[in-house]
């Protein structure tokens, strides 16, 4: 099992930036694939960004690509999505995500979930 929690949520106006981080705990010493998804008033959750175990490869939904970064340090067990840029329809309840499968993290269905952090952008 793997224990993921979010941080680093809140109020900014657009334009502005947030870091979240991410923290795992437990079973952490497995090669875990770790992601983020979003999930708005009224929609589904879905894809933000992606990175696999080493941190040599990322991937990111359109809509967030050259404005959002997400790194990883496997020494502490965390991984961050650096937003920048952030405009209204950023506002979502953000989720960190693990898997073994960089494939399942893309697709939203990972083994494990944080328990979301929310993140709202004024116009």
């Known amino acids: 099992q793997v224990q993921l929690v979010e941080s680093g949520g809140g109020l900014v106006q657009a334009g502005g930036s947030l870091r979240l981080p991410c923290a795992a705990s437990?079973?952490?010493?497995?090669?875990?694939?770790r992601g983020w998804s979003r999930q708005a008033p009224g929609n589904e959750r879905d894809f933000v960004a992606a990175?696999?175990?080493?941190?040599?490869?990322?991937y990111y939904a359109d809509s967030v690509k050259g404005r959002f970064t997400i790194s990883r340090d496997n020494a502490k067990n965390t991984v961050s999505l650096q937003m920048n840029s952030l405009n209204p329809e950023d506002t979502a309840v953000y989720y960190c995500?693990?898997?073994?499968?960089?494939?399942?993290?893309?697709?939203?269905?990972?083994?494990?979930w944080g328990q979301g952090t929310q993140v709202t952008v004024s116009s």
């Open positions: 990175i696999n175990w080493s941190g040599s490869n990322s």
């Open positions: 437990g079973r952490t010493n497995s090669r875990y694939a």
């Open positions: 995500a693990a898997d073994e499968s960089l494939h399942v993290v893309f697709t939203g269905t990972s083994d494990y």
